[in-house]
């Protein structure tokens, strides 16, 4: 019986085709059905990467898995920043959940898909994280700096976005809307002669929990320096975000906050606002277009409300305490993975990646250095851009390869780089 | 509320004559070069540059009435 099958395919957007049972829910410590296990503790938009990346991962040489369970960024942090245990009965550990979410292998399921969601395990106990997750610059939850034995790394960026039911008449909003709506609510509103057509209908506001990325992005670009003042319906997750639009009794009216990630896998069912922060003279997508996937407005700031996400994992001085886990880290930050001694993998984890909705470092062309932070330029190491948009969208770069050389750039995973 | 809505699908938008139309709705809070500012060409240095850069991406021009902005256009403290 695969409980989780619905709700996994409201994350991945399509419909439960299920390719067959999902493995028995056992032990985690099985470690010969759940080898070389990376303990994970993330942000609920990074779902649809852990079902993907982990199914890859389960092929890979070594086969690694990834168990995690999701909870709000701030928590993952405390979690990280303070030794605790993932399932130790704190609010930073995921309360006192006992199971957590894999992706089974092959060998477990040959048809798998991730709309078919995770198979579950359980925890034989507290179970310190081998690695972490915050979808948003840690600064945002914390004044502290990562504790010595704590390896912080900013990995993709991630846009946030308001949602709506699709087919609303609703297109576009500015900063200043967000603002009013969001932090005087609608009943202030109308009771001042402000209110904000259509969105006049207060529970029919849908945000996240406090110490969630989601909100605490959201409050950073519109200025709002006490997060607790966001008016709405806090929801649990994401997916509860997803299901309070698609059920509310004012659709019109309704709206919420969502990662892009989890949006862009349900654009069938729902659709996002164009955003105009202050200052700026138009509002704009995530994507340079409402039905394109390129992430194009985040990439050259056009589309403000982004964030890092920011991967964490152990070490003892430079040593990681979990090669496995440093190996994943790697990976979803577009390093080098064989500082670990691991062999690098046969797939492509950065288009994994951009797959998902999240946009590696080297297809940046801005920066900020904190939640809701000025732009700048920037200029990342080595180009992907080429790479980057041939898997969301199209590219339209020169191909290359060892007889076809560039006429200009540099050739990379087979395209003409800009640098 | 949306007194006026215009998307506009540019391509190869800016010119020197900027990228808003002729008719576009006066941004509120447009603070820098005001509603017939041109949109901004490389070397962009300040974020206000950034974010109103020239771009062919899709773009919607809002003008939202909001009694409660301060005169300056800038939003007043929460509640």
């Known amino acids: 019986m695969r409980t989780l099958v619905f709700l996994a395919a409201i994350a991945t957007g399509g419909v439960a085709y299920a390719s067959g049972p999902l493995p028995a829910e056992g032990p985690c410590a099985n470690t010969t059905n759940l080898p070389n296990p990376v303990y994970i503790q993330c942000g609920d938009t990074q779902a649809n990467l852990m079902l993907n990346l982990g199914r890859a991962l389960r092929a890979n040489n070594p086969p690694i898995t990834l168990i995690w369970v999701t909870a709000p960024s701030c928590n993952n942090i405390d979690l990280t920043y303070n030794g605790g245990k993932i399932g130790d009965g704190n609010a930073s550990g995921g309360g006192t959940t006992a199971k957590m979410s894999y992706v089974p292998s092959v060998a477990q399921d040959a048809t798998w898909q991730p709309s078919d969601g995770a198979a579950t395990c359980d925890l034989a106990g507290p179970t310190t994280p081998d690695l972490t997750n915050s979808a948003l610059y840690n600064t945002a939850c914390t004044t502290m700096p990562p504790p010595s034995n704590v390896n912080a790394v900013i990995g993709p960026k991630q846009a946030y976005v308001l949602a709506e039911p699709r087919g609303n008449a609703q297109i576009a909003i500015t900063a200043e809307e967000a603002y009013f709506l969001f932090g005087y609510g609608p009943m202030i509103l109308a009771s001042m002669n402000a209110a904000l057509e259509p969105w006049t209908d207060m529970g029919s506001l849908f945000i996240r929990k406090i110490g969630t990325s989601t909100l605490l992005a959201w409050a950073a670009n519109l200025g709002m320096s006490d997060a607790s003042k966001f008016k709405g319906t806090p929801e649990a997750s994401s997916l509860a975000v997803v299901g309070a639009l698609e059920n509310a009794s004012m659709p019109t009216a309704a709206i919420g906050l969502l990662g892009a990630e989890v949006y862009d896998t349900l654009r069938d069912r729902l659709q996002v606002l164009a955003y105009r922060t202050y200052h700026q003279y138009a509002a704009y997508y995530p994507d340079s277009t409402a039905t394109s996937r390129d992430k194009k407005n985040l990439r050259d700031g056009h589309y403000t409300v982004w964030s890092p996400t920011e991967w964490m994992d152990f070490v003892n001085g430079p040593t990681p305490l979990n090669p496995y886990a440093r190996y994943v880290l790697d990976l979803i930050s577009g390093l080098d993975v064989t500082d670990t001694g691991l062999a690098a993998p046969a797939f492509d984890a950065q288009a994994i990646v951009a797959a998902v909705g999240l946009v590696p470092d080297c297809a940046m062309r801005v920066k900020r250095d904190f939640e809701g932070g000025p732009l700048a330029m920037y200029t990342p190491p080595e180009s992907c851009t080429c790479k980057y948009e041939s898997v969301v969208d199209v590219s339209t770069c020169a191909t290359c390869n060892a007889s076809t050389p560039c006429a200009s750039g540099v050739c990379r995973n087979g395209y003409c780089e800009e640098f | ?79």
Not at chain 2, 28 to 49: I, K, Q, R
């Open chain 2, 1 to 79: 509320m949306r007194s006026l809505i215009i998307v506009a699908m540019l391509t190869g938008a800016c010119g020197s004559t900027g990228n808003a139309p002729k008719d576009a709705a006066v941004p509120t809070d447009a603070a820098v070069g005001g509603p017939d500012a041109s949109c901004f060409m490389p070397p962009l240095t300040t974020n206000d540059e950034i974010i109103n850069a020239c771009t062919t991406a899709q773009k919607i021009y809002l003008n939202p009435s909001l009694p409660l902005l301060n005169a300056d256009g800038t939003v007043p403290p929460l509640p």
